[in-house]
Structures are given as structure tokens and as C-alpha cells.
């Protein structure tokens, strides 16, 4: 994930001096042809019409990232851990849209995607992953993998993403 983030970290440790950790962030300079013109997530514009989207991440802090995000902007936001749990709450719940971690125990996201387009077909997909391989095969997947929201993803980045998803 550093490495594919553009990162470095280099650690050097002397008997009897200690341990040195220095981490290297690449600099980024936008010009304003690289940003796309949106409202920014800091406005007081508000993203959602009531829609509900279902977020699943084994991580429990990007959960409540995305929770956070999303549900100040005036979604609906429900949570799960796994594709099971989704897949439960699905059963009960209407949703709009699933956004997803694609690399999680059990289920991985590209399965539950599967599974979700067949059982819920309007429901739209956003799928978010910190890792830029593709290891999945079927078209369905290459298809998901392209459209993909790179972790870690801002607010700025999440809620005009997900507005023009559910736009569409």
C-alpha cells in the first residue's frame, strides 16, 4: 500500500543509538484543469435526496469515515463488517447504494458485488480499495476494479462520486 501510494519508509537501527523511521509523502501540485468543479464537500450544499447506501469495510475506522461523511451530508448510511452481514441487512433494509472494501475476509467485495447485482439488481455499486492489482478475472470485475475509489478517499473525493452515481 505505501509503495502503490507513491510512499517510502526507511528504517535504519544502530545497536546502542536506536532506531530511525523517516517517512517520504509524495508532493502533489494540482492545476485547476486536474480538479473536477464541484461543490466542495465543506459547503453547506447538501449531497443527498434521503437515499440510504449500505457501506461494508472489515476495517471498523473507514466504516465510520464513510458513516460520518456521507450521513453529515444527509444520507442514510447503514454499516456492515463483512458480505455476510451485508447480505443480511439487505434482506431487510431498502437500499440505494453499496459501497464497498473490495479485500475483506470471507467474502471479498467483487463476490458480494456478484451477489448483490443478481438478488438487487437497481442497487448501484461503488466499490473502494487501497491496492491497485487486479486479481479478479470476470468482466463484471474489470468493470468494478476501473470505476474503483482509491482508499483513502476524502470527502471532497466520496460525495461527488457517490451523487453522480446516484444520478445516473
Not at 465510520?64 to 433494509?93: Q, W
Request: aromatic share 8%; proline share 4%; net charge negative.
Amino acid at each position: 500500500f505505501v509503495q502503490q501510494s507513491g510512499c517510502a519508509i526507511h528504517i535504519s537501527s544502530q545497536p546502542g543509538q536506536g532506531t530511525q523511521r523517516v517517512g517520504y509523502l509524495p508532493s502533489y501540485i494540482s492545476s485547476a484543469a486536474d480538479e473536477p468543479v464541484v461543490k466542495t464537500a465543506d459547503s453547506s450544499w447538501d449531497y443527498s435526496c434521503g437515499e440510504t447506501i449500505l457501506v461494508v469495510d472489515d476495517e471498523n475506522a473507514l466504516c465510520g469515515l464513510a458513516n460520518e461523511i456521507l450521513g453529515k451530508h444527509g444520507y442514510k448510511v447503514l454499516c456492515a463488517e463483512n458480505g455476510k452481514k451485508a447480505l443480511e441487512i439487505l434482506e431487510t433494509e431498502s437500499v440505494d447504494l453499496l459501497f464497498s472494501d473490495v479485500i475483506m475476509p470471507g467474502m471479498d467485495g467483487y463476490e458480494l458485488a456478484s451477489r448483490v447485482k443478481k438478488s438487487y439488481p437497481d442497487i448501484i455499486i461503488q466499490m473502494a480499495s487501497g491496492f491497485s492489482d487486479m486479481r479478479h478475472k470476470s468482466e463484471f470485475d474489470k468493470k468494478m476494479h476501473q470505476q474503483r475509489l482509491l482508499k483513502t478517499y476524502s470527502s471532497k473525493r466520496l460525495l461527488p462520486r457517490i451523487r453522480a452515481l446516484l444520478d445516473r
